[in-house]
């Protein structure tokens, strides 16, 4: 029997300052939003959210990466050796270093999967896997403003080269190169073999992704994702850096998914990461464009949870009022490279 709105929050009630186990208050979370039980009273599943972080004292952002975490665990415990048995004997689930695992195995399922039992046997403290992970995404640099205040995140580098990706031919060379290796790894992007992807196809009103991936289910359109091709180097004065996260969160909220890509470029990826999570655009993923491996897109964030605000409906509504071509192309026919 499905659980009841006023049984989560007789479970839910005081969960912080009671110091509940996380994994708990992630399987009411969960429950409630699988089999819809947030209907009648809230308009989303984020009003229902919004209510659980009223009644638990976890604010929403808390309860979205618990959510975020507890899906990791469920869908990535084939990948764990020993896992049944390993969970069963542990009731040590440590939050905060379970979401570097998360991010670990993002970048090197290998390494995640030989950290996943030492954690649990407590053979390896957070502060270990949290250097196990600076040792994939390097130490984040600072750089001082035009004031002379040290600002920000990203490394001293030269001024980008093509901050407006229209702007310039070797932004839209960028995002010609960005899309052919997204073909090739749509699956891993999306999640789903059956979407299509388009280039520089669509024009939102509010968002400009150079791509879209597109799931259609009989004559409607079920989601749409965007990937946003951002030709920059390592180095973004901080008017720039909050232009771009600007964007971002905005475009965000059109899509189930919106993939920022840039060139792999120093600590530049891991730095927006670091402005992603801070900014908990649980919707946002992070790519790096290697043009020596053009084939290869590597994944340093995925995106874990619907935007916030909720406005895809716009985007599938103006996906339907434009089409959907059944022939794809990517317009790419570029013979080299100039950047």
């Known amino acids: 029997m499905a659980m009841q709105?006023?049984?989560?929050?007789?479970?839910?009630?005081?969960?912080?300052?009671e110091r509940r186990d996380w994994r708990e208050v992630a399987e009411i979370l969960d429950e409630i939003v699988s089999s819809a039980a947030w209907k009648g009273r809230h308009d989303t599943p984020m009003g229902w959210y919004q209510e659980a972080a009223e009644i638990s004292g976890y604010s929403v952002g808390v309860l979205r990466r618990m959510a975020a975490l507890s899906g990791f665990l469920k869908k990535a415990k084939g990948e764990f050796d020993d896992y049944e048995k390993l969970t069963s004997e542990s009731r040590r689930?440590?939050?905060?270093?379970?979401?570097?695992?998360?991010r670990i195995f993002d970048m090197d399922p290998e390494k995640a999967k030989e950290l996943f039992p030492k954690i649990l046997k407590?053979?390896?403290t957070h502060r270990e896997v949290q250097e196990v992970y600076s040792s994939f995404t390097g130490p984040p640099q600072r750089f001082r403003g035009r004031d002379g205040q040290v600002s920000g995140k990203l490394s001293v580098g030269a001024e980008p080269r093509a901050m407006n990706k229209y702007g310039a031919r070797a932004g839209?060379?960028?995002a010609c190169y960005v899309f052919e290796a997204a073909k090739v790894n749509a699956t891993k992007l999306t999640g789903n073999a059956k979407a299509s992807l388009h280039f520089q196809r669509y024009k939102f009103d509010y968002a400009s992704p150079d791509a879209v991936a597109v799931l259609l289910?009989?004559?409607?359109?079920?989601?749409?994702d965007g990937f946003d091709c951002r030709f920059i180097n390592s180095g973004l004065v901080r008017g720039r850096r909050i232009q771009l996260v600007s964007e971002v969160a905005l475009a965000a909220t059109y899509f189930r998914q919106y993939w920022l890509i840039v060139p792999k470029a120093g600590h530049l990826g891991m730095s927006l990461v670091h402005d992603v999570?801070?900014?908990e655009l649980h919707s946002v993923g992070v790519a790096e464009f290697d043009k020596e491996?053009?084939?290869?897109?590597r994944v340093l964030l995925k995106p874990e949870l619907p935007p916030v605000p909720d406005r895809q409906a716009a985007?599938?509504?103006?996906?339907?009022?434009?089409?959907?071509?059944?022939?794809?192309?990517?317009?790419?026919?570029?013979?080299?490279?100039?950047?």
Request: aromatic share 8%; charged share 35%.
């Open 172 to 174: 839209k060379e960028f």
């Open 122 to 124: 407590r053979d390896i």
């Open 277 to 279: 999570r801070t900014l």
């Open 315 to 339: 985007a599938r509504e103006h996906v339907i009022e434009k089409g959907v071509p059944k022939e794809l192309g990517s317009r790419s026919n570029l013979e080299h490279m100039s950047w």
């Open 217 to 224: 289910k009989g004559s409607a359109v079920e989601w749409v």
């Open 5 to 17: 709105l006023q049984q989560a929050h007789d479970r839910l009630r005081n969960a912080k300052t």
């Open 293 to 297: 491996r053009p084939e290869n897109l």
């Open 93 to 102: 689930f440590p939050f905060a270093t379970m979401e570097i695992l998360k």
